[in-house]
């Protein structure tokens, strides 16, 4: 157990919809970092916040969004969704260069 | 442009043999290097990680070399066991101020025969 805790486990929808996805890091981490893992491919790193704040954009597409809380726990946002969006979607969290990740949610875009 | 590359997407071991993992990098300002482990339907765990300034690190079965010359690291297991049958993922830290984005490779599916 990582101790960063991801829900929902999976998720179904349709087209169009919108989403939202949460995190809970490791206590006392205060970086989190969103990655997406599509069919056979690697980890895609999306976006990290840093205590509340963005740090770093990868390769998000501009329907998604996330946020960082007060309490350290991030939300990613995925609207307009498409058939290709369906993937893993992880969430991590360090309080140095280690990440430790989350057990992912599964997204299906029906 | 793949910064981080693991050129096996599979391996088949013998237990009791050594594993060997390969992963090549191609930015050189690439600071520290990592070791995950993915098991189906689990988020990736990490195993083991390396600096730049080092050329080698050990923990249990678990060594990583690095050959920064070459940009080439390694990650040896011995002896394998079944239960090391996973996806192996390398990543690669990039030092810029409080962001420590990792790079991931495709990952290699290693499986260790009884």
């Known amino acids: 157990d990582s101790g960063v805790t991801q829900t929902p486990k999976h998720l179904i929808t349709a087209t169009g919809q919108r989403v939202t996805l949460r995190c809970s890091p490791r206590?006392?981490?205060?970086?989190v970092y969103w990655y997406q893992q599509s069919l056979d491919q690697g980890l895609q790193f999306l976006i990290q916040?840093?205590?509340?704040?963005?740090?770093a954009k990868g390769n998000i597409l501009e329907r998604f969004s996330a946020q960082q809380f007060p309490d350290l726990h991030s939300e990613l946002n995925l609207s307009s969704l498409e058939l290709g969006d369906s993937a893993l979607y992880f969430c991590?969290?360090?309080?140095?260069?280690?990440?430790?990740f989350g057990p992912g949610t599964r997204l299906t875009v029906t | 442009d793949q910064q981080v590359k693991q050129n096996s997407p599979s391996l088949s071991v013998q237990e009791g043999r050594i594993s060997i993992l390969n992963c090549d990098y191609t930015?050189?300002?690439?600071?520290?290097f990592l070791w995950y482990k993915k098991y189906p339907a689990e988020g990736p765990t990490f195993l083991i990680s390396?600096?730049?300034?080092?050329d080698k690190n050990e923990d249990g079965r678990f060594t990583v070399f690095l050959n920064k010359s070459a940009k080439h690291l390694s990650l040896h297991i011995v002896p394998s066991q079944p239960g090391d049958s996973a996806v192996y993922f390398c990543?690669?830290?990039?030092?810029?101020?409080?962001?420590?984005?990792?790079?991931f490779g495709s990952g290699t599916q290693l499986t260790v025969l009884p």
């Open positions: 991590a969290s360090s309080a140095g260069v280690e990440q430790y």
């Open positions: 206590s006392g981490d205060l970086s």
């Open positions: 916040y840093y205590n509340g704040e963005e740090r």
């Open positions: 930015n050189s300002m690439f600071d520290y």
């Open positions: 390396i600096s730049s300034i080092k």
């Open positions: 990543a690669a830290a990039l030092h810029s101020g409080s962001a420590r984005q990792l790079t």
